[in-house]
């Protein structure tokens, strides 16, 4: 049977909150943090093919963060182990009338009557409502339904760089009906045609598509537009994001590091005028190390 090389250590909260800006930034195939519970300890955990690949990305890693402790636990572990391991961290999480549940937690949860729940499992790639920067956008869709209620059946939604899908489905599950969602990376929407299946609760179809920002936004507007992407992906391509807000629309922007934020906001303010697109005004909220914008022109 084959194994994993599993290499583990205990860290302080902001040095975790660093680990997880840069893995986030990164996008690491390697590297996480996790914490079991909310007074347990950091930990940073790292999955390897074979030992001496372990050793080489520890080495890396400890380029950028000297202080990482000296000791990692090494261990081997059965792919069937490291294959679910993901779940160890991956909890419920719910806002209001939202309720995201993993779907191995599906019979443990008692979900209260009439609200919207979303159930998931998309591996250790993509994002499962874990993060920050997903929580942060969900609020945002929440506060959209909650503003124009009238308004969530006509409006035109869009999940760009959609990765496994929660947000587009916790919209389906709450009520929007047109709804697009795209990602460059078709392992990405193949995990969200499966969280489609496991969610017969939710009636209204989804449109998944194979695309990067260009060609994904090309010809489309959307009333309502999340973008849960990285700075270095949203910085280079605004215009793509600016020019498919529909008049009157709203663009909420996350996976961005509190630290980014004023470059981000300036550049998205100077980028609505600049093409025609108004005065735009703008909001954000900090979750942890990260931050959204909202932004609607006027």
């Known amino acids: 049977m084959s194994s994993q090389t599993e290499l583990r250590a205990t860290v302080p909260a902001e040095l975790a909150d660093r680990l997880e800006a840069f893995f986030f930034e990164t996008e690491t195939v390697y590297w996480g943090i996790m914490q079991r519970e909310r007074d347990d300890p950091f930990e940073v955990f790292g999955y390897f093919p074979d030992e001496s690949t372990a050793d080489a990305e520890l080495a890396e890693l400890r380029k950028e963060f000297p202080e990482l402790p000296d000791d990692f636990a090494l261990c081997q572990i059965e792919d069937s182990y490291w294959q679910n391991a993901y779940k160890e961290f991956v909890k419920p999480w719910s806002d209001r009338c939202l309720h995201w549940v993993p779907l191995w937690e599906r019979d443990n949860i008692e979900i209260p009557e009439g609200a919207a729940v979303v159930y998931l499992d998309a591996g250790m790639a993509f994002g499962t409502g874990a993060h920050e920067t997903t929580r942060l956008c969900a609020r945002r869709l929440l506060d959209y339904l909650e503003a124009h209620p009238d308004k969530a059946a006509t409006i035109n939604l869009i999940d760009a760089g959609c990765g496994s899908g929660v947000l587009a489905l916790s919209a389906a599950g709450l009520g929007f009906k047109n709804i697009y969602g795209f990602d460059f990376d078709p392992e990405a929407i193949r995990v969200c045609h499966d969280n489609i299946d496991y969610n017969p609760q939710v009636k209204t179809q989804v449109e998944f598509a194979v695309a990067d920002l260009a060609d994904g936004l090309n010809g489309r507007q959307g009333d309502l537009i999340l973008a849960n992407i990285q700075t270095d992906v ?50 954000s909220r900090i979750d942890g190390e990260w931050a959204d914008l909202l932004i609607w022109g006027i």
């Open 234 to 283: 949203l910085i280079p391509h605004s215009d793509h994001l600016v020019n498919a807000v529909a008049d009157g629309g709203m663009l909420a922007l996350s996976g961005i590091l509190a630290k980014e934020l004023d470059q981000v906001r300036d550049h998205y303010i100077s980028r609505f005028a600049e093409l025609g697109r108004g005065n735009a005004q703008t909001d």
